[in-house]
Structures are given as structure tokens and as C-alpha cells.
């Protein structure tokens, strides 16, 4: 008897375990951008444009660093967000209409340690892309350590002319998986060769870097257009 009630009590709380870990991960990133609705601006992007100050490669991403590199303001009260770092995921995380892309930038950009905002940029198979280009030719290879990027590594540099976006609230994409992440994926799509592709692959081994896609849960995706 007793063996079945701590069989039960067991039992229990595996489930109990289990719910409160759905409940904590049900606003991960990426996901895919469908069934949107419009929305009211709430990115506003900032013209400090500092170069960067260092990068790095880590052996799953090219790494741009950067120390008060340019910022944005998000939200109503248009709260102050500056830029962490860049980095490229190879093909993109977030799908548009189930459509996937070459390559996807993140910008990360953090309030205080715990309040971070990206802003992802998607590209498809077109024109060599000049901004890539400067992460190319600027990244170390694997266990070189850090590098002094040229000046040319800026904010806007990456950006496209347009600036419109798609906005949710989402997460990291990477281990932990920290939710409360403010997303604005940028609705303009730039281009990238396939040869730039194939080098930024080879700069982390060859091989892809993205997540796959995420259950919305009911979330509202938003979209803001530039005309």
C-alpha cells in the first residue's frame, strides 16, 4: 500500500513538474510570421552609430560586440535600448508565411540585464550584401580569439532603407531560452550571394545555426509598415 502511494505522490509531481515547465515556455522564439495584424509603431530606431568594439567567434556564431554601439526605443514610453551585439544565423530562425531565408542577422539590444529587445533582419539568395561582407572579412576563425573590427561594423550599416516590421513577444533563440524578449523582425528583405553564405557557414564549421520554429500559443503578432 504504501508502495502505491509514493508510486502516486511520484506521479504527481512529475505532472506538477511538467505543467509549470509548459507554462514558463510558452512564449518561445522564432516563429513563424503569419495571420498578423496591424499595430501601432513601437520601435523607434536610434542614429548613435558607434562602431563596433570587438569580434569573436565562438564556433556556433560570428559574434559582433559592441559597447553603447547605437540604440532604439521601444514601446509607448519609448525606453531606451542599446546594442549588445550582431551575430547571423545560417539559414534564417523566423519564417514568413512559411517561407525560409538564406541567412537572418539578430541585433540584440539590452535595457538592463534582463530586458532585451532584437531586431531581426532576414535575407534571401540575390546581391552580395556589403555589411555581411564586413563580418567576413573582419571575423577571426575558430580559436583565434577576438578581433578589432574596421569602423565600417555600424548599426545602420546592417539596416534595410524600409522600416517596417513585424513585432511579438517572443524569446531568446539560444540557451536559456529567456522569455520576455521584445522581437521586430524587419519586413524588408535584403539580399545575400550564396557564396557569402557559404562563407559564413565555414567561419563556424560548415554546418547551420538556427532553431527551429515555435508554437505562437495564441500570441499576436503585429506588423508596422513604412510607406
Not at 556556433?60 to 554601439?69: E, I, L, M, R, T
Not at 539590452?110 to 561582407?133: F, H, M, T
Not at 572579412?137 to 517596417?164: C, H, I, T, W
Not at 513577444?169 to 540557451?175: D, E, I, N
Amino acid at each position: 500500500m504504501r508502495c502505491g502511494r509514493a508510486y502516486l505522490v511520484l506521479l504527481l509531481l512529475i505532472l506538477v513538474a511538467i505543467t509549470a515547465c509548459s507554462d514558463e515556455m510558452m512564449q518561445q522564439s522564432p516563429v513563424d510570421i503569419t495571420g498578423y495584424t496591424d499595430g501601432v509603431p513601437t520601435l523607434f530606431i536610434g542614429f548613435n552609430d558607434i562602431g563596433a568594439d570587438h569580434i569573436t567567434n565562438t564556433g556556433d556564431f560570428v559574434k559582433v560586440k559592441y559597447d553603447g554601439g547605437g540604440g532604439i526605443l521601444v514601446g509607448e514610453g519609448r525606453e531606451e535600448y542599446q546594442l549588445t551585439e550582431i551575430h547571423v544565423h545560417n539559414p534564417s530562425e523566423h519564417t514568413v508565411e512559411g517561407e525560409q531565408f538564406a541567412l537572418e542577422t539578430h541585433m540584440v539590444f539590452s535595457r538592463q540585464p534582463e530586458e532585451i529587445a532584437v531586431v531581426g533582419l532576414l535575407y534571401r539568395l540575390g546581391s552580395e550584401n556589403a555589411a555581411i561582407q564586413q563580418i567576413i572579412d573582419s571575423a577571426p576563425r575558430q580559436g583565434e580569439g577576438n578581433v578589432k573590427p574596421s569602423s565600417p561594423l555600424k548599426m545602420l550599416s546592417f539596416l534595410p532603407k524600409g522600416y517596417g516590421y513585424y513585432a511579438y513577444m517572443g524569446s531568446l533563440t539560444t540557451p536559456p531560452f529567456t522569455e520576455g524578449v521584445h522581437w521586430f523582425v524587419m519586413s524588408d528583405v535584403l539580399e545575400v550571394s550564396e557564396e557569402q553564405v557559404r562563407e559564413i557557414a565555414a567561419l563556424t564549421g560548415g554546418g547551420t545555426n538556427n532553431r527551429e520554429i515555435q508554437p505562437l500559443n495564441g500570441r499576436v503578432i503585429r506588423a508596422f509598415k513604412v510607406d
